[in-house]
Every structure is written in C-alpha cells, then in structure tokens.
C-alpha cells in the first residue's frame, strides 16, 4: 500500500460539468503532483503543489486548477468540461525535504465525461 | 529533466530473469533514475530508484552504468502477475515526473 488515496474512483459527468476529485496524500509527504492519462497514453503531468503553493504546471488550461490544504491533501478542480477530458486521474505523493525520495501514487480516478 | 529511451516492448519467460533497459544520455548530475510499473487500469506502482550506485530491494534490482547514461531494471524472477508497462524516468528534485512510452513486458508461461 502506498498511502496515498484518491476519491471518487470512478465517476460519470457531462460536458460542461465541474469535477472535483480528491487526493490524501501519504503521512509526511508535504507534496503533491497531479497527472493526467487518458487511454493508452502515459500521465501527463498537471501541477503540482508544495506547501500548498501551485509550484510547476504542465500544459494544461486554466480550468484545470487545484487545492493543496494545510494537512497537504489536495484537490483537482476542473470546470467546463469536455470530452476529451475523459482521463484516468493520478495523485502522486513525495517528501521535497531533499531530492532522492520515493514518489507514490494512488490507484487514480476515472473520469468518463459524456 | 533527461529524455529517457525504452525498447517499446518485450517478450520474458516465467521463472527468468527480466532485464529491462533505458537510455538517459543526458541525464544530469542531480537526476535520479525511477522505475515505475503500471498494470492495466491502476496507479503506477514504485519499483525502485538511484542516482549511480546499483540498488536492490524486495522487487527488483538496478544497475546503473558508471557514466550514468543508461541502466538496466533486473527482476529476477518473472512471474505472470509482473507483465505491465514499465517506465524509466529521470527526476531532478523538483519531483516533476515526465512519462514516456515505457516498455510493454509481457511474462509468458
């Protein structure tokens, strides 16, 4: 088990919908990344957050934003959505104290956007 | 952080050893070397990082080249329940992980 866990693990919305999904990351991890894979592709990475400061974006429009709280859980919002956003959705976890620790990621969310 | 390169797929028997390779010729100096593995469907799972030392834990083992522009993932024993896509990524301290293809091993009987 890695610790980290995300929720809900599968859900269905309709386009221009808004999404949120959740991610609890592993205890003392103060970092949290967020990927996006659709199908037959590899992540894609979103943001990540660092002391719940956004700290690093990938190329992915505005209405993908995010949440890191004090307790370091995190959130992925993500407004008007599209088909193409249909994805399974990756929280990855990390200790950024020093370089060389381990990542680890949560079993993903599927979102199907109809 | 480097581009790393992975043969798109390969072929091991159950019971042997699996060597996986991965090109990172332009890996820097503070760049770690991760292995990931992601069965159908699911998170990717962790299997093992260095920086220019070899690393063996409970899965696998890694062999990194002594000028650190390739390593190699052993598992020692392949069992069915390892077939998966496996990546190798190069990760600097921001902890930015950039996917690639990885190899697509398939552990036949």
């Known amino acids: 088990e890695t610790g980290v866990t995300q929720s809900p693990t599968h859900l269905i919305k309709t386009r221009g919908q808004q999404v949120t999904l959740r991610c609890s990351s592993q205890s003392g991890h103060n970092t949290v990344s967020w990927y996006q894979q659709a199908l037959g592709q590899g992540p894609q990475f979103i943001f990540q957050y660092y002391r719940e400061e956004e700290n690093g974006r990938g190329n992915f429009p505005p209405r993908f934003s995010g949440l890191q709280f004090p307790n370091y859980s995190s959130e992925l919002n993500v407004n008007a959505l599209e088909l193409d956003d249909s994805a399974l959705y990756l929280c990855?976890?990390?200790?950024?104290?020093?370089?060389?620790?381990?990542?680890?990621f949560g079993e993903g969310s599927w979102l199907t956007v109809v | 952080d480097a581009k790393t390169t992975q043969p798109p797929s390969m072929d091991c028997a159950e019971g042997r050893a699996a060597n996986l390779p991965c090109n990172h010729s332009?890996?820097?100096?503070?760049?770690?070397v991760y292995w990931y593995r992601q069965i159908h469907s699911q998170g990717p799972q962790y299997i093992i990082h260095?920086?220019?030392n070899n690393e063996t834990n409970e899965m696998a083992s890694l062999i990194i080249t002594e000028d650190r522009k390739s390593s190699t993932l052993i598992l020692p024993h392949a069992t069915l329940r390892d077939t998966a896509v496996y990546y190798c990524?190069?990760?600097?301290?921001?902890?930015?992980?950039?996917f690639g293809a990885g190899t697509t091993v398939t552990v036949r009987a």
């Open positions: 260095g920086l220019k």
């Open positions: 990855a976890s990390s200790l950024m104290a020093r370089s060389g620790n381990t990542i680890y």
């Open positions: 332009t890996i820097s100096g503070n760049e770690y």
């Open positions: 990524i190069a990760v600097s301290n921001d902890y930015k992980l950039s």
